[in-house]
């Protein structure tokens, strides 16, 4: 069965999707459509927003789902007058902590993912800066100043995960890959000793490799089962001899590998 899902924000939606997705992922066996609706901050919006809730109405024959975050109550309860099951994602929750602080909220829209905290955003940025600026060993210069440094063969997901622990958690991370020379050596490069401690070794099953490589170069040896079965063998005897932690990353999310790092690594998030 399908159902349309929307994800309807006065900001970026982010909050909004992940907050829905999370929900969603509890109920199997349905297909979702997803359709994020963002910067719905006036009425003009909004009845453009209520628009296309109607239509998925009558084309699915099925209320839509409808997960909100918007400041203005007045807006979200114009989406409510039309034929759609309506979660409130801020009003389950600002209500409680209104009367736990004794505080009113603000009902400012925006104010996670906007630039309400500037030192938060320059947080984010220079990670972000590091962690490009160093990718795949390109400068090892600064690797002292990392709060982390992955390692691994070509294609096991070091730079998506620096760069999701940079815009996330402001985390300096930087990544080196393992060349065959490292591999055949089975001994840590020169650059990479001093800051042993941060090191944190990424592995992956070698068939899952073989897809990921191929579709970036098909038929070659770089992609061959046999090459990435023995790369990843001659890693991770690297990572057992030099007493590396490491991890196997095939079947986890990059949201799963950043908290699981931040865990082990006993580090600290320094934007929000």
Known sequence: MRRTVFFVSDSTGITAETLGNSLLTQFDGLDFKRITLPFVDNHKTARAALSRIETAAVQDGARP?????MADPDLLDFLTDGRALVLDLFRVFIG?????????SSHAKGRFHGMADNSTYDV?????????????????????QADLVLLGVSRAGK?????YLAMQFGV??????????????QSLPKALVPIRLRLYGLTIDPER????????????????LNQCRKEITDAEAL???????SLNVTSMSIEEIGSHLLQEMGLERRSF
């Open 124 to 144: 984010r940025m220079d990670t972000l800066n590091f962690a490009l600026t160093h990718d795949d060993g390109m400068s090892t210069a600064r690797y002292p």
């Open 239 to 245: 990572f057992r001899s030099e007493r590396i932690r």
């Open 159 to 163: 730079t998506p995960t620096c760069i």
């Open 209 to 224: 490799l073989h897809r990921i490589r191929s579709e970036r170069r098909r038929h070659s040896a770089y992609a061959s």
């Open 96 to 104: 409680p902590l209104e009367a736990e602080l004794g505080l009113p």
């Open 172 to 185: 300096r991370a930087a990544n080196y890959p393992l060349t065959e020379e490292d591999l055949t050596r």
């Open 65 to 69: 789902l409808v997960f909100a975050t």
